[in-house]
């Protein structure tokens, strides 16, 4: 760090980082396996499965792929207990920034940042190679008084990920990751009358071919507000807030089995292929734009009191949910399967999984004269976008989006509160302050989730598989017994669109502090 003078007094930063971290990842199943139980639709009846129908999916990890596959004859003497596998990554940074002090009530903040990353896989060659992330960042500050009581800020700059070792664990390494389907739970092998059901029975090793040209994912934000103190101790402000998605990295499976890795929409992922490999659709590219304007108040502690207070309306849409896959539930960044097949992109544009247009928030503490101090937090949020989702017999429940994103309306609003009280006072030499918390105050035990299941079976399809037409949305509010043929009906989920998780109850902690 170091200051000059031109134009203004400037305060320039220079640095560099190095990074090189590593990870040791056992993967394993308990028992070595994981069974489901499985009836096909055409065989589902009031009274269960027709017999001779209840099918057995055996998923397993291998500790390398069998010579025949996933109908090798040995199949079950490959089951590995656990995948160990030492993966490590290089980071490195270098960046610029100049907080440049234009006049007195004016600083602009300028600054550029490259990032690059090595990913070796693990054998030690180089399987990721990022060396062309430049982030540049602008900012401004300007207190339009020159008082010290009010100013107008913005700013605009991007961010790249880090391409986290999960990824290159389950991308580069060893295991082979394999399922068969048989009519008993004991036999670990592919029934021949399943042997070319997609689905079914596969065996592929997780070995992902990287594209040559892998550019890495980025984020832009913009940010313009302002903030004023509108009396002694209380500042007020406003503030404007845009995030958009630039390239993203998420890999894709081929028509053959294998996975690639890329930057869906672009490049070899512009195309993606429904699930059995037969038809080819556009890619989209990824959209994701987080839109908001938040108020806030803010009063500092003086009178024995404090609050800060906050509202945010925001939108959020587009067709990919993000790092975290919220739609899954899926904790693997990068590797969430949004881009697999093409059923996942029919209808998945829209408002998104974690879109809410309103949260308010409040806390605030007050110490009376006696010594205790009250403080109280609550929130209130508006719900999150309903979305029929479809069973797949290959990949589960919540796989097909079977109508757009937003007609079928939002899950409840939210809201709770919580309370803490401290009492402190002296033994002696000794501080004591008794404690109590109380979480979920009004005990509300209100909706936080809905059941999306449309349906517990693959009843219901988004492409017409003998033609590779797509098939039209559902329309919103559409039963799924007015969907599906009268014989698939009792696969129509009963629960669906009704509350799946409620918010805790009421409870209370005491807790007593010494401090001497």
């Not at 990842?25 to 009836?39: F, I, N, W």
């Not at 630039?246 to 690639?260: F, I, N, Q, T, Y």
């Not at 399967?337 to 974690?354: H, K, M, P, R, V």
Request: charged share 20%; net charge negative; hydrophobic share 40%.
């Amino acid at each position: 760090t170091f200051g000059l003078r031109l134009l203004g007094d400037h305060e320039v930063k220079v640095g560099a980082e190095l990074q090189r971290v590593s990870m040791d990842l056992a993967t394993g199943l308990t028992g070595g396996r994981v069974v489901s139980v499985l009836c096909p639709p055409v065989h589902v009846s009031p009274e269960g499965c027709d017999p001779g129908w209840t099918l057995y999916n055996h998923i397993a990890y291998l500790r390398q792929m069998p010579p025949g596959g996933a109908t090798d004859p040995d199949f079950a003497s490959y089951i590995a207990d656990a995948i160990v596998v030492d993966v490590t990554s290089t980071n490195e940074a270098v960046f610029l920034q100049d907080s440049w002090r234009v006049r007195p009530n004016l600083t602009l903040n300028l600054g550029l940042r490259w990032e690059g990353q090595k990913v070796p896989d693990y054998t030690g060659r180089t399987r990721i190679d990022l060396d062309d992330n430049w982030a540049p960042r602008l900012g401004f500050v300007w207190d339009p008084k020159g008082d010290g009581h009010a100013k107008v800020f913005g700013s605009w700059g991007r961010y790249f990920e880090t391409i986290p070792l999960h990824l290159v664990a389950w991308a580069f390494g060893v295991r082979t990751n394999a399922a068969v389907t048989s009519r008993s739970p004991d036999v670990v092998a592919c029934d021949p009358d399943f042997a070319d059901v997609p689905g079914l029975c596969y065996a592929f090793g997780s070995d992902t071919r990287v594209v040559e040209d892998l550019k890495g994912e980025s984020m832009d934000e913009f940010v313009l507000g302002g903030e004023v103190e509108a009396v002694r101790n209380l500042v007020v402000g406003a503030r404007f807030l845009r995030r958009d998605v630039g390239r993203v990295v998420e890999d894709a499976l081929l028509p053959d089995g294998s996975k690639l890795l890329g930057n869906p929409g672009r490049g070899e992922l512009g195309t993606v292929y429904d699930f059995t490999g037969t038809w080819a659709y556009p890619a989209a590219e990824p959209k994701r734009t987080f839109t908001g304007v938040e108020l806030t108040a803010r009063k500092r502690f003086a009178d024995g009191w404090q609050a800060q207070a906050s509202y945010l309306w925001s939108k959020l849409e587009g067709n990919y949910d993000g790092l975290y896959g919220a739609a899954l539930g899926c904790v693997l960044p990068n590797a969430c399967g949004e881009w697999d097949t093409a059923e996942w992109q029919i209808n998945n544009a829209g408002y998104l999984t974690s879109d809410r247009r309103h949260t308010l928030k409040l806390d605030g503490a007050y110490t009376f004269p006696f010594g205790l101090t009250a403080g109280l937090s609550a929130h209130y949020r508006s719900g999150v976008p309903v979305r029929p989702m479809g069973y797949s017999l290959a990949w589960g429940p919540m796989y097909y989006s079977l109508s757009e994103r937003g007609p079928w309306g939002f899950t409840d609003d939210e809201y709770e509160a919580s309370l803490h009280l401290g009492f402190p006072f002296k033994v002696g030499p000794v501080r004591v302050n008794v404690l109590l918390d109380v979480f979920n105050l009004l005990n509300r035990q209100g909706e936080t989730g809905r059941d999306m299941n449309y349906n517990l079976g693959e009843t219901i399809e988004v492409i017409d598989y003998a033609t590779g037409e797509v098939l039209p949305p559902i329309a919103a509010g559409t039963p799924c017994t007015a969907v599906v043929a009268p014989e698939n009906a009792p696969l129509c989920n009963p629960r669906f669109n009704t509350t799946s998780t409620r918010q805790d109850a009421r409870s209370v902690r005491l807790g007593l502090r010494l401090t001497f």
